[in-house]
């Protein structure tokens, strides 16, 4: 079958696990588009009901908010993007949701020093990515939004609060985004005096890239 990986039921894959003693890895992520004889799953060992692993990760034509956090931060990121549009103008909804994509990245942890306390000890998927998540959600908007001052100007906050923030990952993707919008954004802007605000809000201390 082809499609996006929906659903991911970790509990009953660790049933299967635990009565085959046995382990399993899910190596595709909720969201993950596959196709017919992709790997999504394998067993560190035999399984007797291999089948059943199948049927513990559900595939459909659209992607689904539940359990892939991606997705929604992509969604919102696209309605901030969308509302740039010359028929829209609406710069107001953009920083909103920038500040909504904000608070929601702050609540960002890697989980994975809890494995040893893990609910599904026998169940394995590969961790989230604070730089994609961040990708996904501010992408868009430092793409379409390039030689938008106000716009890079709220960004670059956004990025400084995350860069601050208390997972090294996350600080680490917020510096790099940070870096790489800021070079954008300084080629797309016309007006000098647009770069040179922008300037002091990425390096507020005066210091060079």
Do not use: W
Not at 38 to 49: F, K, P, Q, R, S
Not at 74 to 86: D, F, H, R, T, Y
């Amino acid at each position: 079958m082809t499609g996006y990986i929906q659903f991911i039921y970790a509990d009953q894959l660790q049933k299967i696990a635990a009565s085959n003693n046995t382990e399993i890895f899910v190596t595709r992520d909720v969201g993950s588009f596959v196709m017919a004889g992709d790997v999504i799953a394998y067993v560190h060992g035999a399984v007797a009901d291999a089948d059943k692993i199948a049927d513990a990760i559900v595939l459909g034509n659209l992607r689904s908010y539940e359990q892939d956090p991606r997705f929604g931060l992509l969604v919102m990121g696209e309605m901030a993007s969308k509302a740039l549009s010359p028929g829209i103008n609406d710069t107001g909804t953009a920083i909103d949701v920038m500040t909504r994509l904000t608070k929601i990245l702050c609540l960002f942890r890697d989980e994975t020093h809890c494995a040893k306390d893990a609910k599904y000890s026998r169940v394995y998927v590969r961790k989230m990515d604070a730089a994609e998540l961040i990708d996904a959600g501010f992408g868009t908007l430092a793409r379409d939004g390039a030689g938008l001052i106000e716009v890079q100007i709220r960004l670059q906050k956004a990025m400084r609060s995350l860069a601050t923030h208390g997972d090294a990952a996350m600080q680490a993707a917020a510096s790099d985004f940070s870096a790489s919008t800021f070079q954008r954004a300084s080629e797309a802007m016309t007006f000098e005096g647009d770069r040179v605000r922008l300037e002091k809000v990425v390096h507020p201390d005066g210091g060079q890239p």
